[in-house]
Nanobody, 129 residues
Framework: QVQLVESGGGLVQAGGSLRLSCAAS????????MGWFRQAPGKEREFVAA????????YYADSVKGRFTISRDNAKNTMYLQMNSLKPENTAVYYC??????????????????????WGQGTQVTVSS
């Protein structure tokens, strides 16, 4: 079965960096657009970033643009999120998600939670002030 496993979360001071990873199995990774979402306590899950099947197209939420970088290694079935200049408001559980877009344009980068078919269990990121 499909599994998405996030790792790399933790506690970091404001201004610091973290690199999240999402390891995928049970699917043909290169056929899937991948996304990162996050959910803070008491808030709805929100879009962070998405990357196309090839990795050639990316899209970011305005709140993270210029600080976060999404990437993927199709040979390793893994997606990453490099997070720099972290702020306390970035504290949340971060989830990776996958959507099969094999028959769609490589430029299609969905941003809604209900667009994605598979989800990981999440990894906690806590940014202290």
């Amino acid at each position: 079965q499909v599994q998405l496993v996030e790792s790399g979360g933790g506690l970091v001071q404001a201004g610091g960096s973290l690199r999240l990873s999402c390891a995928a199995s049970g699917l043909t990774f290169s056929r899937y657009t991948m996304g990162w979402f996050r959910q803070a306590p008491g808030k709805e899950r929100e879009f962070v970033a998405a990357i196309s099947r090839s990795g050639g197209s990316t899209y970011y939420a305005d709140s993270v643009k210029g600080r976060f970088t999404i990437s993927r290694d199709n040979a390793k079935n893994t997606m990453y999120l490099q997070m720099n200049s972290l702020k306390p408001e970035n504290t949340a559980v971060y989830y990776c998600a996958a959507k099969n877009t094999y028959y769609d344009s490589d430029y299609y980068l969905p941003r809604q939670t209900n667009d994605y078919e598979y989800w990981g269990q999440g990894t906690q990121v806590t940014v202290s002030s």
